[in-house]
């Protein structure tokens, strides 16, 4: 239901761009969030199944309640297809969106580690591939959302009015969440179910306050030194638990760069789209828009996580490398630079393409010959072109400070000099038609057109005033010898009707150009046109994307994957989901990343933005790299054991009188633990 969400705020609720884009971000923030507080339920209270079933609930009320939210005649009471109450739809769909981002933050570090529950120490094998097979099943469901749920959005609904139908695109997902929980719930007998052990993370917070205050307590006086500042909490805390918020922190201490992985990995849904509207999406017979871009790292995941986990880790071991967990973690996070740095390739490549726009004191003019006769522009510094009918001198940039005398002279007739109308900073287009009339236009682009689609303006060269309507757009009132402002439409061929008189077909529009339409001739013998190219198309095709989403999405299955796997295999039994919601909070503190250095770095060049972060990403891997050579692995389930056979000597010491230090620690476990 994101695919459409920024879609919905704009178009229906009617926000402009950067409320939407604000109001996205947080309920994405929040979905990162709220895992926290799942993990806290769950480890403390509800246990991992009763929380998966309650908050998946809260999930379906929030989708359902986000689909109501989006029927139009829910408020039209006038039926004229705008809603009378906006502020109603508003609260409904701030309601739903807050009751999802609870529910599915809630059970996002439950499910994995449910999964991961149900597998004994030994089954480690079969561990890591229930969640190679997990990872996989989470972005399948990405690839066929991002597909479906736009095709349900732009389906016709509603009683009174037509309407894009978003009940329908945000009601599916409802109904098959509702659906994927009455099959979690039929399984329920054959799950392993680890009940709750009490409020634990209020134990190691209590814990790591009573350490820290402990130790900054007895600085200045003699005491024997610990191996570790948690050990000074023995005095009042039980040695296990002490033992299992060792475990924790020593992972929570790697997480530390983990962000910034996902600052680059986050940024195929922004710069990397951005970077596609730059180009030509032309597949041959097939058409791909910049949006739809992001499938292609869906598409490669499905694919490539069998491949790895079945073909190449197998093959890594028979060679002999002891390819662990962090090894793994730190190559990922080396292949996301490197994509960063094929991007960076890219958009030079990209920036060769582009057309330059004037800056500060400069102006940019073009002739466009409407006439029937070839022209001669004369432009100041002697520069001159020769025109011919339906064709364009090309845009020229002049100095706004030097008087930009423009002269034009059709065949052998003597000059005409344009009146200097012209606007700095802007480019502008003289149509002339002869000798005795031209118009001049001050274009409205400064820039290529957004998303890849395609400004398009018309010229009435007719003797009456006339309508246009393009590919449900509409051009009104355009006088004799005057232009319309430019409209942004898709690529492909569109059907062009001026109301009650003619329609034609407009040529093929490619990816980010435009275009000025000068309508000639229309009767009922048909619609002609004559076509000047204001900005050309991108040149540069998509495919060459593929090499960086490729490196993205290895870096991806070996990062993400294992880091879902090693979170849980690091955790005490009783801390599971709390920490699987550590790995996952690393995610929202990625976004944060972006926001700050994208803001803060004004970057002339994009490319230096993206060799920028696969720098910043290339430190923070080497750094990672140390950390995880000096990372001990530790076996949770062998320390727990370890003092339950210390428990038990214990209490059949005291049995036969025995007394023994409550705070000695076992020397296996000095030695596995630190």
């Known amino acids: ?41 769950a480890d403390s209270w509800l246990g991992k199944f009763k929380t998966i079933v309650s908050l998946s609930i809260v999930y379906t009320l929030g989708q359902a309640v986000t689909a109501i939210s989006s029927i139009n005649d829910l408020s039209d009471n006038n039926h004229d297809g705008n809603p009378d109450n906006i ?43 229930f969640f190679s097979i997990f990872y996989l099943a989470i972005n399948a469901g990405s690839l066929l959302s991002t597909i479906i749920t736009p095709m349900l959005r732009v389906q016709q609904c509603g009683i009174h009015s037509k ?15 509702a659906v994927s929980l009455i099959v979690f719930l039929i399984g329920s007998r054959m799950y392993k179910k680890v009940q709750p052990q009490g409020n634990v993370m209020a134990e190691v917070a209590k814990c790591i306050g009573f ?89 490669l995941i499905v694919i490539m996580v069998p491949i790895v986990d079945a073909v190449v880790y197998p093959l890594i071991a028979k060679c002999g490398f002891n390819f662990t967990s962090l ?42 010959n409407v006439g029937n006769e070839n022209l001669t522009a004369y432009f100041p510094g002697s520069e001159h072109r020769n025109v011919s009918v339906n064709e364009s001198s090309g845009f ?3 100095d706004f400070n030097s008087p930009p005398n423009i002269n034009i002279s059709f065949g052998q007739q003597p000059p ?10 802007y480019r502008h287009s003289i149509l002339a038609w002869n000798s005795s009339y031209f118009v001049t236009l001050k274009d409205s682009l400064k820039t290529k057109p957004e998303k890849g689609l395609n400004g ?114 690091q955790a005490p039994s009783n801390m599971k989901s709390v920490l699987q919601a550590g790995w996952l909070l690393t995610v929202a503190v990625g976004n944060i990343i972006v926001l700050i250095v994208a803001g803060a770095g004004q970057f002339s060049e994009q490319w230096a933005e993206y060799i920028l972060f696969a720098a910043l990403l290339l430190a923070v891997c080497i750094i990672f790299a140390i950390m995880a050579y000096y990372y001990t692995y530790v076996n949770p389930a062998e320390i727990e054991a370890q003092f339950d056979d210390d428990e038990d000597k214990k209490r059949n010491g005291r049995k036969a009188g025995v007394v023994s230090d409550p705070y000695e620690k076992p020397d296996s476990f000095s030695q596995t633990a630190m």
Not at 416 to 425: H, K, Y
């Open 1 to 41: 239901m994101r695919a459409i969400l920024v879609l919905y705020f704009q178009r229906f609720l009617g926000w402009n761009d950067n409320l939407s884009t604000a109001i996205y971000h947080t309920f994405v923030a929040l979905c990162y969030l709220t895992p926290i507080l799942g993990a806290l339920i």
């Open 87 to 129: 502020a109603l739809h508003v609260s409904l769909s701030m309601i739903g969106l807050a009751l999802i981002a609870l529910g599915t933050g809630g059970i996002k570090p439950c499910v994995s580690a449910f999964g991961g529950d149900q597998f004994e120490e030994h089954q480690e094998k079969q561990r890591n591939r």
């Open 163 to 177: 309407q894009a139908c978003y009940p329908l695109a945000f009601g599916v997902p409802a109904a098959l969440m």
């Open 211 to 299: 350490a820290i205050k402990n130790r900054f307590k007895h600085r200045s006086k003699e005491f024997p030194k610990r191996e570790h500042w948690l050990d000074w909490a023995k005095e009042k805390y039980d040695e296990r638990l002490i033992a299992q918020i060792k475990m924790v922190v020593k992972v929570m201490f790697l997480y530390i760069p983990l962000p910034m992985f996902w600052a680059l990995f986050d940024q195929q849904g922004s710069r990397w789209t951005l970077q596609a509207t730059t180009m030509n999406g032309n597949f041959g017979t097939i058409e791909i828009q910049p949006d739809q871009m992001q499938t292609v790292n869906a598409i």
């Open 327 to 368: 090894k793994k973690m730190t190559v990922g996070m080396f292949l996301a630079s490197m994509a960063f740095v094929v991007a960076a390739i890219i958009q030079l490549q990209i920036d060769k393409t582009l057309p330059v726009f004037p800056k500060g004191n400069e102006i940019q003019v073009q002739v466009l």
């Open 396 to 398: 020229l940039t002049l």
């Open 416 to 425: 005409f000099q344009v009146p200097n109308d012209f606007e700095r900073g």
């Open 456 to 569: 398009i303006r018309f010229v009435n060269n007719l003797d009456r005033t006339i309508n246009i309507s393009m590919d449900g757009k509409t051009y009104l009132n355009i006088a004799p010898k005057n232009a319309s402002d430019y409209e942004f439409f898709s690529s492909g061929e569109k059907t062009i009707e001026i109301k009650g008189v003619c329609s034609g077909k407009s040529p093929r529009l490619e990816f980010g150009s435009a275009y000025t339409y000068v309508i000639t001739k229309c009767d009922t013998n048909g619609l002609a046109l004559k076509t000047f190219n204001d900005i050309p198309a991108n040149t540069v095709n998509m495919a060459l994307q593929i090499p960086q989403y490729f490196l993205l999405t290895c870096g991806e299955v070996v990062f993400s994957v294992t880091g879902l796997e090693f979170s849980y295999s």
